[in-house]
């Protein structure tokens, strides 16, 4: 089976990671290639490292020629954009891996609080489903609309998850969040404090516990939970290109039920089925070079009596938003879900 899939935001830093995984993906054919901004010509022209594999022009998005070549659409776009498209796309019968921020906050006040700007698609809100593929495969199958998790938040779920379930997050715990990340995760931005001469040598903490990732990573905490768990997200920008490594410290109040005595094993059972979460050994720790260029999730733990520390480790352009989205594709049409990703 050969899939015709579109990508509207083809020249971003997702746009182009997109293109570079389904060139190579079996089951997948690129029939369309989109960009809202100025940039367009053939897409080899573009990004020289695609000649002879590559020929599509990148042209403003066209819903005729989407209609008639595309089966599925990457919405490789930045925050606000994706909903003047998805539901365009949905209407036209097509099916949407949204990268973007748009349709993650079931809340449209939250949405609106952190992104400045009123949402334009409720019902799209609501029939979206989050690609976190490690707790939401069984929805993701049948899944019109997908919204593909952030790159904090994959790196903070997927870190937190099996002791959020067993209810290590109950009522008074104190979660904090400590992630770093690779310039590359703000975009093709062309602002003062992204350029080389303001990163290289530094090393900063921004939007300190008010990043707009936190509801995001709250919302599905809070389900997973069954009750509502506040967490303290503090993300830092590191002078490199790519990467998230997240150091998540747990601690519990003296009256709260007591730890699972092997939590090791217990991540070791919950993501005993993932593909692309890897479990350190005890005692061993995850850097961000065993991860950069692959979709794994690396991650280590450090338990005591009163505190559980976990590392997670990512490459935010890969697990943390184009790979992660072709491995939602991947389930959605019952491809293996490493396909082209290993």
Same mark, same amino acid.
């Given at each position: 089976?050969?899939?015709?899939?579109?990508?509207?935001?083809?020249?971003?830093?997702?746009?182009?990671?997109?293109?570079?995984?389904?060139?190579?993906?079996?089951?997948?054919?690129?029939?369309?290639?989109?960009?809202?901004?100025?940039?367009?010509?053939?897409?080899?022209?573009?990004?020289?490292?695609?000649?002879?594999?590559?020929?599509?022009?990148?042209?403003?998005?066209?819903?005729?020629?989407?209609?008639?070549?595309?089966?599925?659409?990457?919405?490789?776009?930045?925050?606000?954009?994706?909903?003047?498209?998805?539901?365009?796309?949905?209407?036209?019968?097509?099916?949407?891996?949204?990268?973007?921020?748009?349709?993650?906050?079931?809340?449209?006040?939250?949405?609106?609080?952190?992104?400045?700007?009123?949402?334009?698609?409720?019902?799209?809100?609501?029939?979206?489903?989050?690609?976190?593929?490690?707790?939401?495969?069984?929805?993701?199958?049948?899944?019109?609309?997908?919204?593909?998790?952030?790159?904090?938040?994959?790196?903070?779920?997927? @870190?937190?998850?099996?002791?959020?379930?067993?209810?290590?997050? #109950? =009522?008074?715990? !104190? %979660? /904090?969040?400590? $992630?770093?990340?690779?310039?590359?995760?703000?975009?093709?931005?062309?602002?003062?404090?992204?350029?080389?001469?303001?990163?290289?040598?530094?090393?900063?903490?921004?939007?300190?516990?008010?990043?707009?990732?936190?509801?995001?990573?709250?919302?599905?905490?809070?389900?997973?939970?069954?009750?509502?768990?506040?967490?303290?997200?503090?993300?830092?920008?590191?002078?490199?290109?790519?990467?998230?490594?997240?150091?998540?410290?747990?601690?519990?109040?003296?009256?709260?039920?007591?730890?699972?005595?092997?939590?090791?094993?217990?991540?070791?059972?919950?993501?005993?089925?993932?593909?692309?979460?890897?479990?350190?050994?005890?005692?061993?720790?995850?850097?961000?070079?065993?991860?950069? @260029?692959?979709?794994?999730?690396?991650?280590?733990?450090?338990? #005591? =009596?009163?505190? !559980? %520390? /976990?590392?997670? $480790?990512?490459?935010?352009?890969?697990?943390?938003?184009?790979?992660?989205?072709?491995?939602?594709?991947?389930?959605?049409?019952?491809?293996?879900?490493?396909?082209?990703?290993?």
């Amino acid at each position: 089976m050969n899939l015709n899939v579109g990508i509207i935001g083809a020249t971003g830093h997702t746009g182009e990671m997109l293109i570079e995984i389904l060139l190579k993906h079996p089951h997948v054919k690129i029939t369309g290639l989109y960009n809202t901004g100025k940039t367009s010509g053939r897409i080899c022209d573009i990004f020289p490292k695609f000649k002879n594999q590559l020929q599509l022009l990148c042209t403003q998005p066209d819903f005729e020629h989407i209609r008639k070549e595309c089966e599925l659409v990457f919405l490789a776009l930045p925050h606000t954009a994706s909903m003047d498209f998805a539901p365009k796309l949905l209407s036209l019968g097509k099916r949407v891996i949204d990268l973007s921020a748009d349709y993650r906050l079931e809340s449209n006040s939250i949405y609106e609080q952190f992104y400045k700007t009123k949402h334009k698609d409720k019902e799209g809100l609501k029939q979206a489903v989050y690609g976190l593929p490690e707790l939401y495969k069984a929805k993701i199958k049948n899944a019109k609309l997908v919204a593909n998790p952030g790159c904090y938040p994959t790196s903070a779920l997927l @870190g937190l998850a099996p002791l959020v379930s067993v209810g290590v997050a #109950s =009522k008074g715990a !104190t %979660i /904090i969040v400590d $992630a770093k990340s690779g310039v590359s995760g703000a975009g093709k931005k062309v602002e003062k404090d992204y350029l080389f001469s303001e990163i290289q040598g530094d090393f900063r903490a921004y939007k300190v516990d008010t990043h707009q990732h936190a509801p995001e990573i709250e919302q599905v905490l809070s389900k997973l939970a069954g009750e509502k768990v506040k967490v303290t997200f503090v993300p830092h920008l590191l002078p490199i290109d790519r990467g998230i490594l997240s150091t998540i410290y747990i601690k519990k109040p003296a009256s709260a039920a007591g730890k699972p005595k092997d939590i090791l094993a217990l991540y070791k059972k919950f993501y005993k089925s993932e593909p692309f979460v890897r479990i350190k050994p005890e005692g061993e720790f995850p850097r961000i070079k065993d991860v950069v @260029g692959t979709n794994f999730c690396d991650i280590g733990i450090k338990d #005591s =009596k009163d505190l !559980t %520390i /976990i590392i997670s $480790a990512i490459d935010n352009l890969l697990k943390g938003a184009s790979a992660q989205a072709v491995q939602n594709m991947n389930i959605m049409y019952k491809f293996p879900e490493s396909c082209g990703l290993l």
